[in-house]
């Protein structure tokens, strides 16, 4: 049955069956408004506070007497703005395990969200993204007339999208389009999230009575059939690295080593000009974590101080956007080509790796309004450099599907032993397996349905981006020359002399400081007192003359330049 809301913030419609538990429908009311469930008061008539929705949560949907159609009043006291709000500590910055480095702590789902909520979203989410058209033959109107054949097109119309090229929907762009299937302009006093997370995992509290799965199961606990197609959105539709270098000198480790390397890609997303409502992600630099390398592979070591590199460039306002990791082995040639081993009829991403894209966007998940747990999918992208069709070293970019996410969260599938294909997990005590199908085209044209038991093309569970360095760079970090962290084995070491001989560069404007690897191991010495780092760290960011003197005239920073000097 469907249950109606009415609140300050309009009325929301609310699906619940008669054995659910009255909470069951405050929690979906307490997702769309901005307050506690203590000051949440429910009535059946307007101008009534009610009762306190805390005693009623415990009854059943029927024992309260709820029809289909009801209208209920909520009523509620929002939030204190400063009490809601994110709180963030003033401690330290320093990269050190034995400092305490500032961490977020959240107060709430909602303040979460708006903290979360970023520039670009905030841009794209008051655009209307209409595709402008230019008046045409067909038009029979004057210059200020519009008609059907110039009006502008929704940024989600198909044929401009198959015209254009654009394989996928941008993230707004999609949002925009099941918005305005939802929530119908004529129908303005009832809403319904557009966004929806799709779970596959079997409810272990079903309301039916029955007991709990493995011992019971019914239509209403158990998963539904999946039919796997490709994903028409994508979250992020172009990854940018804001300077050759910047991937350059990732590339340089296997060069000179010959074996594999992963980092993690840190910057900012802005609009994308190239698609409507498009979004891209801008990587300012590559953090190379502790691991071991191998000539075929990758082994992760424990990153103790992960949390205090975030913090850092959090001061700087940038932040983990991906993973990049090189799949490189040289074609022997001997003219710096490399083989081609992902292609169509091998595989883009293989099974392992659509899994740790899938884990890694279920722990960075994107915060948002729109949907009813306040979390949709991921931004979080998976890079790999690798060999193309003519030997040359190129990057990929990808993102795994929704229905990646919900398949690995519910344990229904694992990798298998041919790198293309995703294994079918069969069901347990734990897990509940339903019927999975894929789409396809058949030799005739036509989409059908196939069994995808037990194993599937991991192809279904991709989505594509497109990757490039811009024409004219504009890199946030302009030096590049320090030695980047963790590369021991090549025995380039971030010692004392390996900082003594990059600042001995500096020509006196502070332009050898700009380069992150540089900022965090200077950071990691603790000669600087805490409040010329902060100095260290305003100078990064804002570039300005005054924060840059006041840092080289600190006593930390004589006491550094004596120390290097002395070390020399």
Request: charged share 25%; with cysteine.
């Amino acid at each position: 049955m469907i249950l109606r809301f009415r609140s300050k913030q309009g009325t929301f419609r609310v699906s619940v069956d008669d054995n659910d538990m009255f909470s069951t429908a405050v929690n979906s009311v307490l997702a769309k408004i901005d307050c506690d469930i203590s000051s949440l008061y429910i009535s059946n008539r307007p101008n009534d506070k009610g009762s306190p929705a805390q005693e009623l949560i415990d009854q059943t949907i029927s024992s309260l007497n709820l029809k289909n159609g009801d209208m209920l009043y909520a009523n509620y006291e929002e939030r204190d703005s400063g009490i809601s709000d994110v709180q963030t500590g003033t401690a330290s910055i320093s990269i050190s395990n034995s400092r305490t480095t500032a961490v977020p702590t959240v107060s709430s789902t909602s303040s979460s969200v708006k903290q979360n909520e970023l520039a670009v979203d905030k841009l794209l989410d008051s655009q209307d993204g209409l595709i402008p058209r230019s008046k045409s033959s067909m038009c029979r109107h004057g210059d200020k007339g519009m008609c059907e054949f110039c009006s502008p097109l929704p940024p989600w119309d198909k044929e401009y999208k198959e015209k254009n090229g654009i394989k996928h929907l941008s993230f707004y762009a999609y949002l925009k389009e099941i918005n305005e299937n939802k929530n119908n302009k004529n129908n303005a006093t009832s809403y319904m999230s557009p966004l929806d997370n799709p779970s596959y995992k079997v409810n272990k509290n079903c309301p039916s009575g029955h007991l709990p799965y493995p011992k019971g199961i019914c239509s209403k606990c158990q998963p539904p059939v999946i039919t796997l197609q490709q994903q028409s959105f994508r979250m992020v539709d172009h990854v940018e690295f804001s300077d050759s270098q910047v991937l350059n000198r990732f590339i340089d480790s296997w060069r000179l080593s010959g074996t594999q390397r992963f980092g993690y890609l840190y910057g900012s997303y802005e609009p994308f000009d190239q698609v409507p409502l498009g979004i891209k992600a801008k990587v300012e630099f590559i953090y190379e974590p502790p691991q071991a390398c191998e000539l075929d592979g990758i082994t992760l070591i424990p990153w103790e101080n992960e949390e205090a590199i975030d913090a850092l460039a959090a001061e700087l306002n940038l932040y983990k956007v991906g993973v990049i990791f090189t799949d490189l082995t040289d074609s022997g040639l001997k003219n710096g080509s490399v083989l081609c081993k992902r292609h169509k009829d091998s595989y883009f991403l293989t099974n392992i790796e659509v899994a740790m894209a899938a884990r890694n966007q279920l722990k960075y998940a994107y915060s948002t309004k729109y949907s009813n747990d306040r979390k949709f999918s991921s931004r979080f992208v998976t890079c790999v450099v690798s060999g193309g069709l003519n030997g040359e070293i190129e990057p990929r970019s990808y993102q795994v599907s929704v229905n990646a996410e919900a398949l690995l969260e519910a344990d229904i599938v694992t990798t298998s032993t041919q790198p293309s294909m995703m294994y079918i997990n069969e069901s347990n005590d734990t897990r509940y397996v339903p019927d999975v199908f894929y789409s396809k085209i058949n030799e005739y044209g036509l989409e059908v349905k196939t069994n995808a038991k037990p194993a599937f093309p991991v192809d279904y569970l991709l989505v594509t981006l497109s990757d490039a360095m811009p024409k004219e760079p504009k890199p946030f970090f302009t030096s590049n020359s320090f030695v980047i962290e963790h590369r021991d084995f090549l025995g380039e070491l971030q010692n004392l002399k390996a900082l003594f001989n990059h600042l001995n560069n500096d020509i006196g404007d502070g332009s050898v400081l700009l380069d992150f690897h540089l900022l965090a191991y200077l950071l990691s010495t603790h000669i600087l007192q805490e409040h010329e780092e902060k100095l260290l760290v305003q100078f990064v960011k804002e570039r300005t003359q005054d924060a840059y003197l006041k840092l080289v005239e600190s006593p930390g920073w004589m006491s550094l330049i004596t120390i290097l000097e002395q070390g020399s």
